[in-house]
């Protein structure tokens, strides 16, 4: 009979243990997917810049602090409940609470301030690089940037410096003086790699400084509930050296690159140049995005999709199937001909 029992109960127990395996090893699999996702161009976890690196660092004080408190407070319950479960005296209870609840908290919430505070000057630095002037408009972003022979200038409103949309260049290991501002509502500019976020507020310039320390392209996102399109806000940030940022802006200033081309008679006839301007032409419309390096850039409908024609022609005929919420109308009416046309212009447009 015990035999028996034996030979019954062996198999199960090793069926228990054959679980525990796949449960641990699923669990492992979870922290690694997990913490695979931490890192990548739009991740805070994943610092490359001096901001994004202190924040960080504030974050992993505080989560070792939280869990020695946490692990502090279990300890104590441990005690009261199994070690010493019999009632205290009215003098330890008294103790306890103003050691465990005034002295402590005081020390700890003291010291954490502290650390934040002395974190501070570091993002206030002054800059030593370009400025950049972002407007968050609804929804995406319209961007000037400072030229070498006339710095000072970009202004987050009013328009001067060179226009771009939806990508912000920056030269590596310089501190970038970012100028923030929009024209109606409240958006939040957000770089999560570089920097913490900074909001965009009508009637005001924030001011954001930013260092990259590491060439890359990150992801940027407006973080601050704005309307309807507001998760469809995106944009890049391209950390460059500062001989690659100097071509850029430079590019960024010149006029566009295909001026002889059909698309562009079929763009200045079905009206585009009323809200976009490509900047050699007669279309100098300021409502929308400037498109004049448009196919230089990563992403179209600000971070949305990447710039091909294919995507121009779908966006153009088809925005608020592309992008809910968008303010351009869709120009679905136009002949099949001259929607492809008018994308292959702009595809072209380096
Ligand atoms: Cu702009 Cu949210």
């Not at 695979?36 to 960080?56: H, K, L, N, W, Y």
């Not at 968050?136 to 060179?162: C, I, M, N, Q, S």
């Not at 949305?304 to 022609?313: E, G, H, K, S, Y």
């Not at 779908?314 to 351009?328: D, S």
Request: hydrophobic share 45%; charged share 20%.
């Amino acid at each position: 009979m015990g035999k028996l029992r034996r030979d019954m109960v062996a198999p199960a127990r090793r069926r228990g243990r054959s679980r525990a395996r796949t449960a641990r090893a699923m669990a492992l699999g979870m922290v690694a997917a997990a913490l695979a996702g931490c890192r990548g161009p739009q991740s805070a976890f994943d610092p490359a810049g001096t901001e994004a690196a202190g924040v960080i660092h504030l974050f992993w004080v505080m989560a070792a602090g939280a869990a020695l408190i946490w692990l502090f407070v279990m300890g104590i319950s441990v005690y009261a409940t199994r070690v010493q479960p019999g009632a205290h005296s009215e003098r330890t209870g008294n103790r306890f609470i103003l050691w465990g609840g005034v002295a402590f908290p005081v020390v700890v919430l003291t010291a954490l301030l502290v650390f934040g505070l002395r974190l501070m000057p570091g993002f206030r630095a002054p800059a030593d690089g370009p400025r950049i002037a972002v407007s968050g408009e609804r929804f995406w972003w319209r961007v000037h940037y400072d030229t070498p022979d006339t710095p000072g200038v970009a202004k987050a409103l009013t328009l001067e410096g060179v226009p771009s949309a939806n990508e912000v260049w920056l030269p590596v290991g310089r501190r970038s003086e970012i100028l923030l501002g929009s024209p109606d509502v409240i958006h939040s500019f957000w770089v999560p790699n570089i920097a913490g976020k900074t909001d965009t507020i009508p009637g005001r310039i924030n001011r954001l400084v930013l260092e990259p320390t590491r060439l890359g392209t990150f992801n940027g996102i407006c973080a601050e509930f704005c309307g309807t399109a507001h998760a469809q806000m995106g944009f890049r940030v391209r950390v460059v050296s500062q001989a690659d940022y100097d071509a850029r802006v430079a590019l960024e200033a010149s006029d566009a690159a295909v001026l002889d081309h059909p698309g562009r008679a079929s763009f200045e006839q079905a009206g585009c140049g009323a809200c976009h301007a490509v900047r050699g032409t007669a279309s100098v419309g300021l409502v929308g995005p400037d498109l004049t390096h448009l196919a230089s850039r990563q992403t179209l409908g600000a971070g949305i999709l990447p710039v091909t024609p294919d995507n121009i022609a779908r966006f153009v005929a088809l925005t608020e199937h592309e992008k809910p919420g968008v303010q351009m109308p869709p120009f679905s009416m136009l002949p099949p001909d001259e929607l492809a046309s008018i994308a292959a212009w702009l595809g072209a447009l380096r």
